[in-house]
């Protein structure tokens, strides 16, 4: 079994010619030609997207996990200073209406 990659232009606008799978420097199980338009590779498995070691995603996980994770610190302490400072205004409120010091009377009613 064989597979034809056919010539594409790579990021730098080089054209590269086409090859057939599997390459003679290459793994013999590559029977497939996968890749995206700028770059183009024999592989093995007909669903592969990136001809690179997936080491690298570890760290690229490992970033995202500390992003995250300090995102939710922030968001944690920005919604624990929500509470407490509405904590802090019920709280401090008067319990009470102020006296006005004035009292009201009904209309016409004429205390003797």
Known sequence: MSAECSSYLNAD???VSGFSCPQMSGDARA????GFQDVKYCCDDPHSFFPYEHSYMWWLSVGALVGLSIAAVVLFAFIITVCVLCYLFI????HSKLDTGLSLQMAGKTSC
């Open 31 to 34: 029977v497939y030609c996968c």
């Open 13 to 15: 606008k080089v054209l």
């Open 91 to 94: 709280s401090t409120k008067p």
